[in-house]
């Protein structure tokens, strides 16, 4: 049989077929040759997925850059103190004694914080000094009754009662309130 004979469309298409085999062995052939092919295929699509979005993100940010520039100087660098301004309002008072019952001596001095609920009455004391002088059972009788008989001014939060406490020092001669 005669041997056949490609044509010449044929034989370049073989040839183009072998010259990329050829180049794809070459490119798996060892390690850096296939990371530098990887490599090479990633930073091609990063440069065609970036390049769209890179202008109109720089220019966002130089929009956003210029825009922070020039209102800057309008705000002030120095720190305002704020209480400063401030006007003071009665929103909130504490509480304090309206009548104290009647009073009577006590040999040490004694000072008790007595919490008043919204009625404007004590509900409870803690006793801050003279614990001594209030272990004595009618030192101790005597100012729960004088708590017991003094009517308070409830504190108030936005004009509305509201519990609190008051400090009262009993002395020899002399009763001292805080609020």
Same mark, same amino acid.
């Given at each position: 049989m005669p041997r056949l004979q490609p044509t010449k469309q044929q034989s370049l298409q073989l040839r183009i077929l072998a010259s990329k085999e050829r180049v794809r062995a070459a490119r798996f052939a060892d390690w850096p040759s296939t990371f530098r092919y990887l490599s090479g295929r990633f930073s091609l699509h990063l440069e065609n997925v970036m390049k769209p979005i890179a202008v109109p993100a720089v220019g966002?940010? *130089?929009?956003? !850059?210029?825009?922070?520039? !020039?209102?800057?100087?309008?705000?002030?660098?120095?720190?305002?103190?704020? &209480?400063?301004?401030?006007?003071?309002?009665?929103?909130?008072?504490?509480?304090?004694?309206?009548? *104290? &019952? &009647?009073?009577?001596?006590?040999?040490?001095?004694?000072? !008790?914080?007595?919490?008043?609920?919204?009625?404007?009455? &004590?509900?409870?004391?803690?006793?801050?000094?003279?614990q001594v002088a209030m272990q004595n059972e009618a030192v101790r009788r005597r100012i729960e009754q004088i708590l017991l008989f003094t009517v308070f001014t409830p504190a108030t939060n936005f004009g509305l009662p509201c519990a609190g406490e008051v400090r009262i020092s009993v002395d020899r001669n002399v009763v001292l309130v805080q609020g």
């Open positions: 966002g940010l *130089m929009v956003a !850059l210029a825009l922070f520039l !020039l209102l800057s100087p309008v705000y002030p660098l120095r720190t305002v103190n704020a &209480a400063s301004f401030d006007v003071p309002t009665r929103l909130s008072t504490t509480a304090s004694v309206k009548t *104290m &019952a &009647a009073y009577t001596s006590v040999e040490r001095p004694v000072t !008790l914080l007595v919490q008043v609920n919204n009625e404007g009455r &004590a509900v409870g004391y803690l006793i801050e000094e003279g």
